[in-house]
């Protein structure tokens, strides 16, 4: 370890959707376990700020009692901020923050003479919050989940990838005979294409997801579930997911929009089941086509993958997330990036490029980001962009 981390004292800022770790659903939530786990067993003092009913070695410290998508009673705003503001206020007793509750803390750096912070970004939801990430890059360290999900206005301290424990999944060498989504109901995650490759490849398929965009799967999702050829089995929790990834043929994870990461890709591939991907976003980083799944180019690229998933070795899948995808490969990069930002303590100068990109008509790639509808928005002032999507997530 880093002499500049000997006794570290970290403040780990959870997100608060669900406890951490989730019993079902929830990435950021489970990334932020794995982190708090994984320090405290390379010796770190680790204080974890997360729902009242998480579970960690570390030390807990929460402002709401239960996930905000446990009890939708609870107001978001209110707790997102008092939760932020409970960190904050302990700043004295840390050496380094580590935000993974996306921008506004960011607000709260920038007012505070708090210690050092790095953020993960876990993806930017809209265009307008690039503001703050911006406005605080003097403030904050910045990570990407990929090197694919990055603005070029910013500059990074370092890509770590996510990571997961394999043994926590059961590799399983033979191919199922159902294609799989997992994951929550949105457009933009694809559900609507899962269905229709499955439907003309002449495969059942398995959908276990969380409820998100209930009009998106009252209309597109569910007149297409008649519980043979498409079954929807709600959310699934701990070993009855482990199951449900190693009995698949392969998970399908056709976004609309580029992914940030995807961890029910490295989850699906531990259990030995491929993936089967739009070639866009994060997923050409994760998945090796042809070996551990295919790129695909839309529908019919997808379907014409089908029928050779079969033949794909179930053990590479396996290996890959072994060599590339593990807890402690991500526990080494972040403690990397935690050496540099005690180190430095604040950001360097922004470089010239992440500048001119801040104020340039340069954003070439708008289906980073969601609207429902897409629609006309502005970035900074004079750069208005509108895009629709193809049916394979393309701006047209």
Known sequence: MSHALAGARVALLAPIAWPTPPRGYGPWEQVAFDIAEGMLDRGLDVTL????NSHTRAKLDAVVPVGLGEDTALDGDVYGALHIAKVFARAGNFDLIHNSFDWKPLTYALATNAPPMLTTIHGFSTPQILAAYYAAASRSFYCSISDADRDPGLDYLATTYNGIDPNAFTFVDRPGDYLLFLGRF??????????AIAKRAGVRLKIAAIPQDVAYFETEVKPHVDGDRVQYLGAVERDARNELLGGALALVHMTTRPERFGLTMIEAMACGTPVLGARMGSIPEIVVDGETGFLCDGVDDAVAKVPLLENLPRRACRTRVETTFTRERMIDAYLDAYARALDLRVPPPATPAAVAARNHDYWDRPQAF??????PRTLVAGNPFETTYASNGKPT
């Open 49 to 52: 700020f997360a729902t009242g």
């Open 186 to 195: 949105h457009a933009e995650k694809g559900t609507h294409l899962a269905i």
């Open 370 to 375: 969601t609207d429902d509808p897409p629609r």
